[in-house]
C-alpha cells in the first residue's frame, strides 16, 4: 500500500513565501513522477507544476517564475517551494504521483494527497 501524505499549507500573507511537502510512503514501489494541483471551490482541479523522476519539470504560466517544484528521490518526498504568494494561489493543494508497484505482475498506480489548504491573504 502507497500513501501521500502532504504538509505545509497555512495562512500567508501576499507576497510571502510557503513550502509544501508531500511524501510517498509504503515499500515495494518506484515513482515515476510526481505533482501539485490545485482546486478552489466551483472550478476544476488544475495543474500547478509537475516533475518526473528524470528531473523534468513543467510550470502553469500563473505560476512560473514563483513556485518551484523538486524531488528527493531517496525520500520519496515532493516539495513545492511557492513565492511572492498572491491571493489568487489561494486554494487547496493537492500531491499526486505516478508509481509502479512492483509485485508479480506490476501495477501503474494514480495516487492522491488528502489536500492542504493555503490561504494568501493580509
Known amino acids: 500500500q502507497v500513501q501521500l501524505v502532504e504538509s505545509g499549507g497555512g495562512l500567508v500573507q501576499p507576497g510571502g513565501s510557503l513550502r509544501l511537502s508531500c511524501a510517498a510512503s509504503g515499500s515495494g514501489f518506484t515513482i515515476v513522477a510526481m505533482a501539485w494541483y490545485r482546486q478552489t471551490p466551483g472550478k476544476e482541479r488544475e495543474l500547478v507544476a509537475s516533475?518526473?523522476?528524470?528531473?523534468?519539470?513543467n510550470y502553469s504560466d500563473s505560476v512560473k517564475g514563483r513556485f518551484t517544484i523538486s524531488l528527493d528521490n531517496p525520500k520519496n518526498t515532493v516539495y513545492l517551494e511557492m513565492n511572492s504568494l498572491k491571493p489568487e494561489d489561494t486554494a487547496v493543494y493537492y500531491c499526486?504521483?505516478?508509481?509502479?508497484?512492483?509485485?508479480?505482475?506490476?501495477?501503474?498506480?494514480?495516487?492522491w494527497g488528502q489536500g492542504t489548504l493555503v490561504t494568501v491573504s493580509s
Open positions: 499526486n504521483a505516478d508509481v509502479v508497484v512492483f509485485g508479480p505482475i506490476n501495477r501503474y498506480l494514480k495516487l
Open positions: 516533475i518526473a523522476s528524470g528531473r523534468s519539470t
